[in-house]
């Protein structure tokens, strides 16, 4: 029997939301928060989301440079008054590009575009005239992308940015890379062309490691995958019941089943935010190598570079391993819309198209038969391109091209800033952790010095701490009378303070998620007062139940 304190109104509003997406009913708190914020002196604080707060100055600052030598390189051609120039010409342009950095190099980002382009030719020995007419249609965008799955200097330096951030080290090995239109673009993309090329088919198996980014929670259970999806849970707990959220070796070895074809891995998660541990990495290791080779694994590592030397899959298991990279927490570019997916190229991708039977090949030979004369050895990320535009549509494929010359400054600011002084990457670690330690400082809880810990979301288990503060039966009470989404619906409607309930991830049910990394310092510790608050409040009928 719920508690009959409850409105009818938020009982009725409980039992629609659980049928919805935390995303979802992120929006509805909104609402609820806002007319808090309206009606009383509450501050609204929407800590649900992962948008940033921050960009990086200096490639953007590049990009607005460098789109003033394309519009040069362009009327140089032609011009007419009304606003109509020509194209940009590769006749001499590698010489005229050196020259006006020569001229502008007291501009903002133009050490950033020359460091890059000297590098490139250099490094990867691209003919300077090539180089800078790529980097000159690419920023005006007037040409479709050739390569359509990604440009060759954009491909070479973010290649190179991988390896680094990564964890590639001396790697010598090469990835092909598939320029998509942000993350989840490439998500989509892998998931479409896994099941099309017939390496998982609907009713097979597949494992996701939980709690998980909530697309990748519901998009195996759509009707044209139906994945069977077995959770690899990290319920980890330390003998005095903190969460590690790390993944418990009997957990693990779920993966030791052959007939699991697929992992899916969020590295650091989302939402607790920690890195695999060292054990678990050289675990996946073991299983791959003794009981599961042909295992795919899809690593989705956003969250990485807010972690000292981490270790993506890609490179502990580079065989079996795609791994999408998305450019927007990083760098502050949601609305970029900037990733790649990245794959050997040797991986069981392949090989495991190459086993198909006479028949199954066929098929897909037919299906690819447009794009080439020898269908059968176009490689598995050239067909991902293929099937992001129906196949049909492949010569228009292509993440756009201003957005690669972004992605490319980008990945070059940081590569470079990285062999430096790694100011960057420093500066961003110190602002996540200063807002994590603020919530926590205001909730009275315990946060725990982890080394694994990204912090860019915390998922705080509202249960763990009702036991540590007012013990079992004060906990018991909470399960018995209230919905776990309760939590979160009085935040939004009596503090202003938005935040994700953390069962819509597969946490505990009594979790909640909060983004560090949206709004200020000043404002955590107001989110922390606002959990302690609530906690103490249901403590507090509770208590009055109880006389």
Not at 226 to 235: E, K, L, M, Y
Not at 419 to 448: C, E, K, P, V
């Amino acid at each position: 029997m719920k508690n009959d304190k409850i409105s009818p109104e938020n009982r009725d509003l409980e039992k629609r939301l659980e049928q919805m997406s935390p995303f979802e009913i992120k929006n509805r708190l909104i609402e609820m928060a806002q007319t808090d914020a309206r009606n009383s002196t509450a501050t609204f604080l929407n800590a649900g989301r992962g948008n940033p707060n921050w960009i990086a100055t200096e490639p953007r600052e590049a990009f607005f440079l460098l789109g003033k030598f394309g519009l040069e390189e362009c009327r140089r051609i032609t011009y007419n008054p009304v606003g109509i120039a020509g194209i940009p010409s590769e006749d001499g342009i590698g010489e005229r590009f050196r020259k006006f950095l020569d001229d502008n190099k007291e501009e903002r980002g133009a050490a950033l575009i020359s460091h890059t382009f000297e590098y490139l030719v250099s490094k990867h020995e691209f003919d300077p005239d090539i180089l800078a007419h790529e980097f000159a249609e690419a920023v005006i965008g007037d040409q479709y992308p050739t390569p359509d799955r990604m440009l060759k200097s954009a491909e070479s330096m973010v290649r190179d940015y991988l390896r680094l951030a990564m964890g590639g080290g001396d790697d010598k090995s090469t990835y092909d890379l598939f320029a998509t239109e942000g993350g989840t673009a490439g998500m989509c993309y892998a998931f479409d062309s896994i099941q099309e090329n017939k390496l998982i088919s609907k009713g097979d198996k597949m494992a996701l490691m939980v709690p998980a980014f909530t697309p990748y929670i519901e998009i195996p259970h759509l009707d044209r995958f139906g994945f069977d999806v077995v959770n690899i849970n990290a319920d980890k707990v330390q003998h005095d019941g903190y969460h590690t959220w790390q993944y418990p070796k009997e957990e693990v070895d779920k993966l030791r089943d052959p007939s699991i074809k697929l992992l899916c891995v969020i590295n650091p998660s989302n939402p607790p935010s920690y890195t695999l541990a060292p054990d678990t990495l050289q675990q996946l290791i073991d299983i791959v190598k003794n009981d599961n080779p042909n295992l795919m694994i899809i690593t989705d590592d956003v969250y990485g570079t807010f972690v000292r030397d981490f270790h993506s899959l890609m490179y502990e298991l580079p065989y079996n391993t795609m791994c999408v990279y998305s450019f927007s927490k990083y760098f502050g570019a949601t609305g970029w819309r900037l990733a790649v997916c990245a794959i050997n190229k040797d991986n069981v991708f392949d090989d495991m198209i190459s086993r198909l039977t006479p028949e199954q090949t066929a098929d897909l030979n037919r299906r690819y038969s447009s794009l080439s004369l020898d269908p059968q050895n176009i490689k598995f990320i050239d067909r991902m391109v293929a099937d992001s535009r129906l196949v049909a549509l492949n010569h228009t494929a292509g993440l756009s091209t201003p957005q690669q010359m972004q992605m490319t400054l980008m990945a070059a600011f940081a590569y470079f800033n990285s062999r430096d002084d790694n100011s960057y990457q420093t500066t961003m670690i110190h602002t996540i952790n200063d807002r994590l330690n603020a919530l926590w400082s205001t909730t009275g809880f315990t946060l725990l010095v982890d080394s694994l810990r990204a912090g860019y979301y915390s998922e705080i288990d509202i249960m763990v701490w009702a036991k540590k503060f007012y013990g079992d039966d004060f906990a018991k009470y909470l399960q018995d009378n209230y919905e776990p989404l309760d939590f979160v619906i009085r935040l939004a409607s009596e503090t202003a303070v938005v935040l994700l309930n953390g069962d819509g991830f597969d946490g505990p049910a009594w979790s909640v998620r909060v983004s560090l990394a949206n709004l200020n310092e000043s404002d955590y510790l107001k989110i922390g007062t606002a959990i302690r608050r609530m906690l103490d409040e249901y403590h507090t009928r509770y208590e009055a139940g109880n006389k």
